[in-house]
């Protein structure tokens, strides 16, 4: 085969491969359902299973940086503390060593059939289950022919000298191996990828076992930029999570160098003593180290928590995501006090929606970034609430309650709901602020003024409306009624000035759409507002 034959057949199948591995975490996602999230926010109450969850998440994602990047993302958002995060990443280190042993199973001659079968249940029935078993089949059989295509693509590399010097230059410099692990790890975003193709040239002999190892270990060190890029303007304590995941590599390889003598010995012993095949024998070196890798860090995870706090200081969340006052134990002993509790997590809850509007203004005043990051994360910690409080006020309503107590749980159930559209009122906006920015709209000096005039009003208007269901106080909640009315006549006098701007000329129709928008979005979290404060009233 000429050259550009062989480099298309690289290039494709490591595309082909990539998707593969893309196609079958997607389908391996659907079959276990969306509880991925809530498994590592579940199970993970300690380092040990941090370490079992972050192994599981990762052989159904089919990707360590996959769930690394889902780890900072909960650790930014507050649903996970540091320590339990770096369990996590640590099982993650151990789970991303699935696929290769997937592909040391050498079934590549079985790819195209496996590939049939898949698409058969892909296009042939209309039952979402049997959909998501056919993509999950159907990736595994791609990542098979990918990699088969890559092989053939790279069969002649073992005849060209210059890269049989590089091998050369690999077993007698191991660093430079990990340097070409790691850079290419980074070029292709994906450890799976980069150990598959070493598994490959492992096997067509291009590669001999001495130089194949480092560029293994540089491999695992890759991996780890996707989640410092999954890091940058998160919270401090997600850099702290992505710190970890370099710091914990870095450790493991330098360990491993040291001791690349004995290590090597250890996996010709049970290559030679188990008859495993070349794809095989790297699988198994891969799961060696990053099992050993844990095992030796497993004890020192509080140490490593204590380096990145030093390295990284600061604040160490942004949004409290986690229930702070719900205690089932209250509930089995008083009922009355649980309710307070619960009365106590609302006002929490309504808190996190004011702070949430309060972003979503300065999103559309700044345009700055931050504030449009932090709109999803109020929202995320709202809707975590919703379910939170309202599964423990259903635990509480099947005790018996006073009339007072009854009046007050019937409150707080309502008044959950309307917070939590409060919250999807927020990101609407935000959303609105991203189509502005996206499509260039500018709104005139008078409208900008106008909306922040209706922002003041709303802001307030939810504050009081918070304040009454704390203290109780009727007066406020109906100071409440009154500004609801307000936000009422201005939504309409806003309205009518939009008309006249764009009469003028003064205003544009996309302008106009998303002003208007943004103005009856203002107008329905005053109603939430009010329902909240009829709730205090007592009216129905």
Same mark, same amino acid.
């Given at each position: 085969?000429?050259?550009?034959? @062989?480099?298309?057949?690289?290039?494709?199948?490591?595309?082909?491969?990539?998707?593969?591995?893309?196609?079958?975490?997607?389908?391996?996602?659907?079959?276990?359902?969306?509880?991925?999230?809530?498994?590592? =926010?579940? %199970?993970?109450?300690?380092?040990?299973?941090?370490?079992?969850?972050?192994?599981?998440?990762?052989?159904?994602?089919?990707?360590?940086?996959?769930?690394? /990047?889902?780890?900072?993302?909960?650790?930014?958002?507050?649903?996970?503390?540091?320590?339990?995060?770096?369990?996590?990443?640590?099982?993650?280190?151990?789970? +991303?060593?699935?696929?290769?042993?997937?592909?040391?199973?050498?079934?590549?001659?079985?790819?195209?059939?496996?590939?049939?079968?898949?698409?058969?249940?892909?296009? %042939?029935?209309?039952?979402?289950?049997?959909?998501?078993?056919?993509?999950?089949?159907?990736?595994?059989?791609?990542?098979?022919?990918?990699?088969?295509?890559?092989?053939?693509?790279?069969?002649?590399?073992?005849? /060209?000298?210059?890269?049989?010097?590089?091998?050369?230059?690999?077993?007698?410099?191991?660093?430079?191996?990990?340097?070409?692990?790691?850079?290419?790890?980074?070029?292709?975003?994906? *450890?799976?990828?980069?150990?598959?193709?070493?598994?490959?040239?492992?096997?067509?002999?291009?590669?001999?076992?001495?130089?194949?190892?480092?560029? @293994?270990?540089?491999?695992?060190?890759?991996?780890?930029?996707?989640?410092?890029?999954?890091?940058?303007?998160? *919270?401090?304590?997600?850099?702290?999570?992505?710190?970890?995941?370099?710091?914990?590599?870095?450790?493991?390889?330098?360990?491993?160098?040291?001791?690349?003598?004995?290590? +090597?010995?250890?996996?010709?012993?049970?290559?030679?003593?188990? *008859?495993?095949?070349?794809?095989?024998?790297?699988?198994?070196?891969?799961?060696?180290?990053?099992? *050993?890798?844990?095992?030796?860090?497993?004890?020192?995870?509080?140490?490593?928590?204590?380096?990145?706090?030093?390295?990284?200081?600061?604040?160490?969340?942004?949004?409290?995501?986690?229930?702070?006052?719900?205690?089932?134990?209250?509930?089995?002993?008083?009922? !009355?006090?649980?309710?307070?509790?619960?009365?106590?997590?609302?006002?929490?809850?309504?808190? @996190?929606?004011?702070?949430?509007?309060?972003?979503?203004?300065?999103?559309?005043?700044?345009?700055?970034?931050?504030?449009?990051?932090?709109?999803?994360?109020?929202?995320?910690?709202?809707?975590?609430?919703?379910?939170?409080?309202?599964?423990?006020?259903?635990?509480?309503?099947?005790?018996? @309650?006073?009339?007072?107590?009854?009046?007050?749980?019937?409150?707080?159930?309502?008044?959950?709901?309307?917070?939590?559209?409060?919250?999807?009122?927020?990101?609407?906006?935000?959303?609105?602020?991203?189509?502005?920015?996206?499509?260039?709209?500018?709104?005139?000096?008078?409208?900008?003024? =106008?909306? =922040?005039?209706?922002?003041?009003?709303?802001?307030?208007?939810?504050?009081?409306?918070?304040?009454?269901?704390?203290?109780?106080?009727?007066?406020?909640?109906? !100071? /409440?009624?009154?500004?609801?009315?307000?936000?009422?006549?201005?939504?309409?006098?806003?309205?009518?000035?939009?008309?006249?701007?764009?009469?003028?000329?003064?205003?544009?129709?996309?302008?106009?759409?998303?002003?208007?928008?943004?103005?009856?979005?203002?107008?329905?979290?005053?109603?939430?507002? /009010?329902?909240?404060?009829?709730?205090?009233?007592?009216?129905?």
């Amino acid at each position: 085969m000429d050259l550009q034959t @062989l480099l298309f057949m690289f290039f494709g199948g490591l595309g082909i491969f990539l998707f593969g591995i893309k196609y079958l975490g997607d389908g391996l996602q659907k079959v276990a359902g969306d509880g991925l999230r809530d498994l590592l =926010d579940r %199970f993970t109450t300690n380092p040990l299973m941090g370490i079992l969850s972050g192994i599981v998440v990762t052989i159904l994602l089919q990707t360590s940086t996959g769930t690394t /990047v889902l780890t900072v993302g909960l650790v930014n958002a507050g649903f996970m503390s540091l320590k339990q995060a770096i369990g996590v990443i640590l099982g993650a280190n151990i789970g +991303t060593t699935a696929t290769a042993f997937i592909i040391g199973i050498k079934i590549s001659k079985y790819a195209l059939p496996i590939i049939a079968v898949g698409t058969f249940l892909i296009f %042939f029935f209309k039952n979402h289950k049997i959909n998501n078993y056919g993509q999950v089949i159907f990736g595994f059989g791609a990542l098979f022919y990918g990699l088969d295509l890559m092989g053939t693509g790279l069969k002649p590399l073992r005849e /060209v000298q210059a890269f049989a010097d590089l091998t050369v230059s690999m077993s007698d410099n191991p660093i430079l191996g990990v340097v070409i692990g790691t850079i290419f790890t980074i070029a292709v975003q994906s *450890s799976s990828a980069a150990i598959g193709l070493l598994q490959t040239l492992y096997a067509q002999g291009a590669l001999s076992l001495d130089a194949a190892l480092p560029v @293994l270990f540089g491999d695992n060190i890759g991996t780890t930029v996707t989640a410092i890029i999954a890091a940058i303007g998160a *919270s401090v304590a997600a850099k702290r999570a992505a710190a970890t995941h370099v710091i914990f590599n870095l450790i493991g390889t330098a360990l491993v160098l040291i001791l690349l003598k004995p290590f +090597t010995y250890l996996i010709e012993l049970i290559r030679d003593a188990w *008859s495993l095949n070349p794809e095989m024998t790297i699988a198994f070196a891969h799961g060696i180290f990053n099992v *050993s890798n844990t095992i030796i860090q497993f004890p020192f995870i509080a140490v490593l928590a204590w380096i990145v706090i030093k390295l990284i200081p600061g604040q160490d969340s942004v949004v409290e995501y986690k229930a702070v006052h719900l205690d089932e134990e209250f509930i089995r002993q008083s009922p !009355s006090i649980a309710l307070g509790q619960g009365q106590k997590e609302v006002i929490r809850m309504a808190d @996190l929606a004011e702070k949430g509007l309060e972003e979503a203004r300065n999103y559309l005043k700044t345009h700055k970034k931050k504030h449009g990051e932090m709109i999803p994360q109020f929202e995320d910690a709202i809707n975590n609430l919703d379910r939170k409080i309202t599964e423990y006020l259903i635990q509480i309503s099947s005790h018996s @309650l006073s009339d007072n107590d009854s009046k007050l749980h019937s409150a707080l159930m309502s008044t959950v709901r309307d917070i939590e559209r409060i919250g999807d009122h927020m990101e609407n906006i935000m959303e609105l602020v991203d189509h502005k920015i996206a499509n260039k709209v500018e709104f005139s000096e008078s409208a900008n003024k =106008d909306l =922040d005039d209706m922002f003041d009003l709303t802001v307030s208007t939810i504050k009081q409306a918070i304040h009454a269901l704390d203290t109780g106080n009727i007066d406020e909640a109906k !100071s /409440v009624l009154e500004k609801e009315d307000r936000i009422d006549k201005m939504e309409r006098d806003l309205r009518k000035k939009h008309i006249a701007r764009l009469n003028e000329g003064r205003c544009t129709g996309t302008a106009g759409i998303v002003y208007v928008d943004i103005i009856s979005n203002l107008e329905r979290i005053g109603d939430h507002a /009010v329902n909240i404060a009829e709730e205090v009233i007592g009216e129905v």
